[in-house]
């Protein structure tokens, strides 16, 4: 399937961009709605536990200092992460990247800007150990979880044969975050039969995303990613001077300063962008995109300028916008309390 989808993508950048009425038909070729989200045979869904996974994802005692949750970096309100080009983590020290939103993260093939773990329940430990995030020593943890008798419970009727375990810690987060999908946008409408469901900017700015400005050659398929790995130029910022991105990972030349292609889907709700969050608006992506990136050294090949239009420019921030999905309405969970 991604292999015809990039064929497709390459095939339509030499169709001439004249927007007649209905010809937006042709764009069929490319829809593919959210398929029904999958669980690992290892962490089948159940409700106990997606529930268990709430309370763990909101409740800050994961963390060292006992402030920090995952909901620190990663708000609900501020469309699952956290507003800021970077998060701060354990004492108050800022980080180099920006924290990506999880909606949809569900459909990701790799976790983290780099793409280092594999799966949910890989990425779901992964901040609660780290000396620079939460900073949670995660056998100190389970020690915590097990002396207070409402996690007890909670982890015995969940997972009756093994208990609070980090490997269990890892399945509940990770099943709750998956619960997090971004459904029914405009574009979904449309492409359902409801022809008013998008203006016709945001249907101009589709076939330009299709098109002329490229987009769909990595921000393909049903959650918008590749789940792939591209440089696209972006002058670093933060505390880094330099950030080899995957490079680390897979330790190919090609990679360097090569980042995750992140889905697109309720993109106008986690602001700002890029993997150091230097873009505070969709407008200023479209800017640096239409000039073709800002650093040229290990770029794709596939970042070039576009030469779009003020008004094109403005289409496909409104192409963007079609892609918010219905509101994502969560409550605050009670937490097991410390002593009973």
Known sequence: MKTLKSTLVFLFLSIPLVVCAGDFEDLKEFYEPLPKMKH????????????????????????????ISCMTCHNPGLGWGDGLPRPFGHGQKELDRHSPTIINSGYFEAQFWDGRAKSLEEQALGPIGSQVEMKQDLGELVKELEAIPGYVRLFKKVFPKEGIKEATIAK??????????????????????????????ALNGMKLFFGKA??????NGPAFTDSGFHNIGVKQHGP????????????????????????????????????????????????FYDRG?????????????LELTRQEKKDM????????????????PEFPPTHE
């Open 40 to 67: 690992p045979a290892n962490n089948l869904w159940s409700k106990e536990k997606e529930d268990l996974g709430k309370i763990l994802y909101f409740d800050p005692r994961l963390s060292g200092s006992n402030w």
């Open 240 to 287: 880094l001077k330099e950030d080899l991105g995957r490079y680390k990972v897979s330790k190919e030349n090609f990679d360097k300063g090569a980042f995750k292609t992140p889905g697109l889907r309720h993109i106008t709700r986690s602001a700002p962008y890029m993997h150091d969050g230097s873009e505070a608006t969709l407008e200023e992506v479209m800017e």
């Open 172 to 201: 509940a987060i990770a099943t709750y975050e998956r619960s997090v999908v971004s459904k029914n946008a405009p574009y979904d409408k449309y492409f359902a039969g409801d022809k008013t469901a998008m203006s016709a900017s």
């Open 214 to 219: 490229k987009c769909s050659i990595c921000h």
């Open 293 to 305: 990136g800002d650093v040229a050294e290990n770029r794709s090949p596939f970042i070039t300028p």
């Open 317 to 332: 921030v409104e192409f963007m916008r079609a892609l918010e999905g219905e509101p994502i309405i969560v409550s605050i």
